[in-house]
């Protein structure tokens, strides 16, 4: 467990501030579905009966941390997400379902 002076210390930003990481990011969630986004953050969607989206991303590798969320509390059945899947220059979210409409998520690549 972190105290709030140690990580002010050791980051320069207080623990109860909200913190611009200052990644380059886009967003294609206005075109649903699969995608291509070489960004380190961003934002995407599944489109409207999938269950599943890849982004096709050059900074992804097998040993990469990608962390994905539903925005807006999913869908009427894209409820959530199951996992995601990660391969050499790209990654896949898998929903618990085949989505009903566009449902966008956001995302972000931890190297």
Known sequence: ???????????NVPVTGVTNLGLAFADTSGTPG???????SGRAAFAA????CV???????TAS??????????DA???N????TIANGSFTAVGN?????????????VN
Do not use: D, Y
């Open 81 to 84: 997400l199951l996992r995601v």
């Open 97 to 109: 379902a085949a989505a009903t409409a566009a449902t966008p998520f956001s995302f972000l690549v």
């Open 65 to 74: 941390k990608v962390h994905v969320q539903l925005e807006g509390g999913g």
């Open 49 to 52: 009966a999938a269950a599943t």
């Open 1 to 11: 467990m972190f105290k709030s002076a140690s990580v002010t210390a050791l980051t």
């Open 34 to 40: 699969n995608a291509t986004n070489n960004n380190p």
């Open 77 to 79: 059945t894209l409820t």
């Open 55 to 61: 982004i096709t991303n050059s900074l992804v590798t």
